[in-house]
């Protein structure tokens, strides 16, 4: 079993910048690709970026040219670094894993999927 923890969420002004973390823990030699997904008050879970083993990213179209994903295998960490953030960018992110390639687009796909960190963006 792997249990994945987020954090570095907060409250930011529009424009600003903040970097999530994943930690992985348990048997994390299991885990392969990684990646963020992200909630919004009254809206669908929605894909933001995935990372591969080797550290090959995809990003939707809502993380792409302003987020970057990347992670530390040997540190079993994940991060999310987003930059000129805008309200709309108001969720609860979450973290997931597999244990194989990426699942896809659908979060409860995934093998493992962490409980989230709330990040406000004002304007």
């Known amino acids: 079993q792997v249990e994945l923890v987020e954090s570095g969420g907060g409250m930011v002004q529009a424009g600003e910048s903040l970097t999530l973390s994943c930690a992985a823990t348990g048997h994390t030699a299991t885990v392969y690709a990684m990646g963020w997904f992200r909630q919004a008050p009254g809206k669908e879970r929605e894909f933001v970026a995935a990372i591969s083993w080797i550290g090959n990213p995809t990003h939707s179209d809502v993380s792409k040219g302003r987020f970057a994903i990347s992670r530390d295998n040997a540190k079993n960490m994940m991060w999310l670094q987003m930059n000129s953030l805008k309200p709309e960018d108001t969720a609860v992110y979450y973290c997931?894993?597999?244990?194989?390639?990426?699942?896809?687009?659908?979060?409860?796909?995934?093998?493992?999927r962490g409980r989230g960190t709330q990040v406000t963006v004002s304007s």
């Open positions: 997931v894993a597999d244990t194989t390639a990426w699942k896809g687009s659908r979060f409860d796909d995934h093998n493992y």
